[in-house]
């Protein structure tokens, strides 16, 4: 069984920075697409941006490219997401997705994704 477990939310202020984690377990993961979501409440699941677990390709919401980057360390099986100039439009829950048989085209989707984090708590105040 695949689990994910994401890490590193808070609280923090607006035009400050956080980093996010996503611990991955009980697969492999090589072939996989791996991506970040959040849900604010009374709103739906939102894509934030997602990644190829092997390779270097990303893509990035509207809302936040510029501001957030996705990354991983393989030899940990985490994947990460830094947010930079937050605004209190960005607070929400946080959920890491993989799906293990990704297209050729990066998954933006909820529905496409296998498997899914708790979720962690952003938080942006002014």
């Known amino acids: 069984q695949v689990q994910l477990v994401e890490s590193g939310g808070g609280l923090v202020q607006t035009g400050g920075s956080r980093r996010l984690s996503c611990a991955a377990s009980?697969?492999?993961?090589?072939?996989?697409?791996v991506g970040w979501f959040r849900q604010a409440p009374g709103k739906e699941r939102e894509f934030v941006a997602a990644?190829?677990?092997?390779?270097?390709?990303?893509y990035y919401a509207d809302s936040v490219k510029g501001r957030f980057t996705i990354s991983k360390d393989n030899g940990k099986n985490t994947v990460y997401l830094q947010m930079n100039s937050l605004k209190p439009e960005d607070t929400a829950v946080y959920y890491c997705?993989?799906?293990?048989?990704?297209?050729?085209?990066?998954?933006?989707?909820?529905?496409?994704?296998?498997?899914w984090g708790q979720g962690t708590q952003v938080t942006v105040s002014s």
């Open positions: 997705a993989a799906d293990d048989r990704p297209s050729v085209g990066l998954p933006r989707e909820p529905l496409e994704y296998d498997y």
């Open positions: 009980g697969g492999a993961f090589s072939s996989y697409a």
């Open positions: 990644t190829t677990y092997s390779g270097s390709s990303t």
